[in-house]
T-cell receptor, first 112, second 114 residues
Framework: DQQVKQNSPSLSVQEGRISILNCDYT??????FLWYKKYPAEGPTFLIS?????DKNEDGRFTVFLNKSAKHLSLHIVPSQPGDSAVYFCAASDGTGNQFYFGTGTSLTVIP | DTAVSQTPKYLVTQMGNDKSIKCEQNLGHDTMYWYKQDSKKFLKIMFS???????INETVPNRFSPKSPDKAHLNLHINSLELGDSAVYFCASSQDQGGWGGYTFGSGTRLTVV
């Protein structure tokens, strides 16, 4: 049973515009969330995190928003750059099992 | 200098064979993991070790046996390979036991069983 879902397998955005990647989860006990970025033939790299005590966390061009009532988080990239083209995974944890549950990823293409 | 390195990068083998994937991290992290990414791109934890001790063992067939000779290494040995074992296997490490600060992943090993 997949507890973390990324329902959009792909997204295309023009360079300079905003990219919004979405993630939904089913387990209300999840309280910590991470986003990873993955280039082809490489492992995922950690991008940004958010704890359930916050509803927003920002790091440069990347902002993650958390809506606990909707069990939804999103990653905003502004402005998008061609180098952002990658697969983005969200991951969630309930803090008890020492593990994170991953979504299946969204492939972002930023068009120059 | 690669932080988490795993070898081989590609592995093609026949059903029934036994194979190993090696992983080493030079970050000084105490916790290491093996993740499997299947054909549906679903990334799922298999094992985690903290300072050479098994912490997580998900519902993985016992044909899969992790071995951690020291905290910098976590190797994965697979016996009697099956077609369904074909996947990309990622090794990872983290500074904390829960991965709260994020994992550092290796570049993956694409295993194809024919």
């Amino acid at each position: 049973d997949q507890q973390v879902k990324q329902n959009s397998p792909s997204l295309s955005v023009q360079e300079g515009r905003i990219s919004i990647l979405n993630c939904d989860y089913t387990n209300s006990m999840f309280d910590y969330f991470l986003w990873y970025k993955k280039y082809p033939a490489e492992g995922p790299t950690f991008l940004i995190s958010i704890s359930s005590i916050k509803d927003k966390n920002e790091d440069g061009r990347f902002t993650v928003f958390l809506n606990k009532s909707a069990k939804h988080l999103s990653l905003h990239i502004v402005p998008s750059q061609p180098g952002d083209s990658a697969v983005y995974f969200c991951a969630a944890s309930d803090g008890t099992g020492n593990q994170f549950y991953f979504g299946t990823g969204t492939s972002l293409t930023v068009i120059p | 200098d690669t932080a988490v390195s795993q070898t081989p990068k590609y592995l093609v083998t026949q059903m029934g064979n036994d194979k190993s994937i090696k992983c080493e991290q030079n970050l000084g992290h105490d916790t290491m993991y093996w993740y499997k990414q299947d054909s549906k791109k679903f990334l799922k934890i298999m094992f985690s070790y903290n300072n050479k001790e098994l912490i997580i063992n998900e519902t993985v067939p016992n044909r899969f046996s992790p071995k951690s000779p020291d905290k910098a290494h976590l190797n994965l040995h697979i016996n009697s390979l099956e077609l369904g074992d074909s996947a990309v296997y990622f090794c990872a490490s983290s500074q904390d036991q829960g991965g709260w600060g994020g994992y550092t992943f290796g570049s993956g090993t694409r295993l194809t069983v024919v």
